[in-house]
């Protein structure tokens, strides 16, 4: 009966939040009213949303899993690797390539060198 | 005798007693049949529910299935739209379930200048819903400078270090944006709120919602607020309006003075 399948939310993309029936509204806007606002009775009560707010926090993350849009503004800042932990190694990597850079740089100037040395000794074979 | 308990009363609103007839032949959740029980001046409107599908436990697992989830808060809804359509009401929220008939008489009683004072604070007001909507996505990349010193890498650092803060900005702009329409509407409500933003799995957009706003407005005024929605309308930001909807957002209980009694039934 409490197979830990059983809890797993049944989220279908596209199905979940459709709009159905004589009810233009979406879904996800039901949703939202009938589980978060309304009237909330607590104490002489059978049973209330409050007691099950256990299995709520999966739902709290399709209805919420952002306090404020700001939240969310800092939740990519957060996962940036530029401005997280992992940029030390994002850094470390790109002083590494541009050592990389550097040196075919520096090797691409010499084969130029050389290529303008050979050219320039074409046309005039007086220096040999 | 065991079994005696095996049903409860699920609770969908509460409206004052009024000459008008209750909405007939409405079914509920699970498609039980709605009925209105009338006690000391109000009207709470109910379905007998079997507990072995509205107990606590059975709703643990059942909740987690978003098609019966969807399907019960459409019944739920649907119930309180029919209610609201007549008389001022309050929706109570989703899965409020009471032993029996008795119990919901003393919570009428208990509470009864609470619903009351809600109850005329929504009379012949509706709620709409505003979102806003803005694709940080598309936000128009900083200039990109040729170049520099210190080689291509430093140029990469450079480049990627603006556009976060090209998004930063957007973010700001947009957050500014969000602020004045939300002041806009909220000073031709009578009252408003600004829910938390919708996750986009919610939403079934991708863009970043920046207001999730709920607006109480006089029932004879809803054209009139709807022109101003489209008047806030600019480039940049999507609004999408909802309603009109029953009250939900504005009928919250005052806290009861003292913890509420328990088993006075």
């Not at chain 1, 919420?64 to 700001?70: E, F, L, M, P, Q």
Request: charged share 30%; net charge negative; hydrophobic share 40%.
């Amino acid at each position: 009966m409490t197979e830990a399948s059983r809890f797993t939310p049944a989220v279908r993309p596209g199905s979940s939040v459709a709009s159905a029936g004589r009810e233009s509204a979406n879904l996800g806007d039901i949703l939202e009213r009938v589980l978060d606002r309304g009237v909330v009775i607590a104490g002489d009560i059978r049973v209330n949303l409050l007691d099950i707010e256990l299995l709520t926090i999966k739902l709290r993350l399709v209805i919420a899993s952002v306090d404020t849009a700001r939240e969310m503004g800092i939740d990519w800042w957060e996962h940036d690797p530029w401005l997280t932990g992992n940029n030390r190694g994002l850094l470390e990597e790109n002083r590494r390539l541009r050592a990389r850079l550097t040196a075919m740089e520096e090797q691409q100037a010499l084969v130029l060198e050389e290529e303008q040395a050979l050219e320039s000794d074409r046309p005039d074979d007086h220096r040999e | 005798m065991i079994t005696v308990n095996d049903k409860g009363t699920y609770l969908y609103a509460v409206t004052l007693d009024t000459d008008l007839a209750c909405p007939e032949g409405l079914a509920g959740v699970a498609g039980a049949e709605v009925r209105a029980i009338r006690h000391a001046g109000l009207v709470a409107y109910v379905s007998t529910v079997p507990l072995e599908q509205f107990g606590a436990e059975p709703l643990r697992e059942s909740m987690e299935d978003l098609d019966w989830l969807g399907e019960t808060a459409r019944a739920h809804h649907r119930v309180v739209e029919a209610v609201a359509e007549g008389k001022p009401t309050a929706p109570v929220r989703l899965v409020t379930v009471y032993s029996d008939d008795e119990q919901i008489r003393g919570l009428l009683s208990r509470r009864h200048d609470d619903f009351v004072e809600v109850l005329s604070r929504i009379a012949d007001r509706q709620e709409w819903g505003v979102k806003a909507y803005v694709d940080l996505a598309s936000a128009p990349p900083s200039e990109e400078r040729a170049t520099g010193a210190g080689g291509p890498g430093a140029a990469y650092l450079r480049r990627r270090q603006e556009s976060i803060r090209g998004r930063e900005e957007a973010w700001r702009q947009a957050a500014a944006r969000a602020e004045r329409i939300h002041d806009a509407l909220s000073s031709f409500a009578i009252a408003s709120r600004r829910h938390r933003a919708q996750d986009p799995q919610l939403s079934g957009r991708k863009e970043l919602m920046i207001l999730n706003g709920a607006y109480l407005v006089e029932h004879d005024r809803g054209e009139e607020f709807t022109r101003l929605v489209e008047e806030l309308r600019g480039p940049g930001v999507d609004l999408e309006i909802t309603g009109p909807w029953a009250p939900y957002s504005f009928t919250d209980l005052a806290d009861p003075a003292e913890p509420e009694v328990l088993g006075d039934g």
